[in-house]
């Protein structure tokens, strides 16, 4: 499985759009500064993903995202609407849960 995830920067209340194989992962990496775009935005907050069978169908939907500002809006509409305290899976669960109140 592959995720399409949005994060909050809790500093800036700003959205971030990425994809990955691991969310839990990705968020260590992003809040710990090692992911440029997001280094000076840290602490992130873990809002919710999507779930996608292959890598190239994930990456597609995170360029359509990032790329549509209608469609990034209604993602982080749903997102939010369907409960913002901790994030929501959208498909399948991860093998693993993400530290604190983040899951995904």
Same mark, same amino acid.
């Given at each position: ?34 992911? *440029?775009?997001?280094? #000076? ?5 873990? *809002?919710?993903?999507? #779930? ?23 993602? *982080?509409?749903?997102? *939010? ?13 991860? #093998? ?9």
């Amino acid at each position: 499985m592959y995720y399409v995830y949005l994060l909050k920067s809790l500093k800036d209340n700003n959205y971030y759009i990425g994809q990955t194989k691991d969310v839990p992962k990705r968020l260590t990496r992003h809040n710990s500064g090692q992911v *440029i775009s997001t280094k #000076a935005r840290k602490p992130l907050k873990l *809002i919710g993903y999507r #779930a996608f069978d292959s890598r190239s169908e994930a990456r597609w939907v995170e360029h359509e995202l990032k790329n549509h500002s209608d469609k990034k809006k209604k993602f *982080i509409e749903k997102l *939010i609407a369907a409960g913002f305290n901790g994030g929501l899976r959208l498909g399948e669960p991860l #093998a693993r849960r993400a530290s604190g109140s983040e899951r995904g």
